[in-house]
């Protein structure tokens, strides 16, 4: 299964819209929060996508949960935007949360920060920012994610 994982776009349309349509053999596209506004936007022009989305610190009065976990046939994934377990500071709530949870990926932003770490059966993957560059500069990811593990990839945009 092929997924799309988008933080942080913080107004930007244009930048969470080509993603989308860059990357249309996604079967799932993870929005990992602070950039609600947009994300229904471009929910609204890829109807037969299946969006999934959790609310960042940043997307007031928004109706989705902070943390979401689903169940796939690679196992659980967790997503979430980051900010409910500290993530800029440590990385210690997270992952407690991720085990106590059997979760064997975790999606995660806040940061704007890339970030992809294997640690005891688990991955976790942030993608950076896709809305601000910061010293990174704006990117996104894309993970295949097969019963036998995940490869990871990060994009880099202008």
Do not use: W
Not at 82 to 95: A, L, P, R, Y
């Amino acid at each position: 299964m092929r997924i799309l994982v988008i933080s942080d776009t913080h107004g930007d349309f244009f930048a969470l819209n080509d993603a989308v349509k860059r990357h249309s053999n996604a079967e799932i596209v993870f929005f990992l929060g602070d950039g609600y506004k947009e994300l229904c936007d471009v929910e609204a022009l890829y109807p037969e996508k299946k969006f999934l989305a959790v609310k960042g610190n940043c997307d007031f009065f928004c109706p989705l949960p902070a943390v979401d976990i689903i169940s796939t046939e690679f196992g659980k994934i967790m997503f979430t935007h980051g900010d409910v377990f500290d993530v800029k500071s440590t990385m210690v709530n997270i992952k407690r949360t991720a085990k106590q949870n059997d979760v064997r990926l975790v999606l995660f932003g806040h940061t704007h920060k890339k970030y992809m770490e294997y640690d005891d059966g688990i991955y976790y993957f942030n993608p950076g920012s896709l809305g601000r560059a910061g010293e990174e500069g704006k990117s996104y990811g894309v993970c295949d994610v097969l019963k036998s593990g995940i490869m990871t990839n990060f994009i880099k945009t202008l």
